[in-house]
């Protein structure tokens, strides 16, 4: 019998890390996507900002 019970108590305990260790895991993806989608905008607004140029040069040109 005390085996048995041995037995369930690290089964609980193997679950109960399992479970922390998902949390963690969620959480950290959760902040890898909030980062990831950040730096999509920076991406992008910097693209607006080199079109923004690049068209502003190229009237600057056709200018001269």
Do not use: C, K, P, Y
């Amino acid at each position: 019998m005390f085996w048995a019970m041995v037995a369930v108590a690290v089964g609980f305990v193997g679950l109960a890390v399992l479970g922390v260790l998902a949390v963690r895991v969620f959480l950290e993806a959760r902040r890898l996507g909030l980062q990831v989608t950040a730096a999509a905008q920076r991406i992008n607004r910097a693209a607006e900002d080199l079109e923004r140029a690049a068209v502003s040069t190229a009237r600057s040109v056709d200018a001269l």
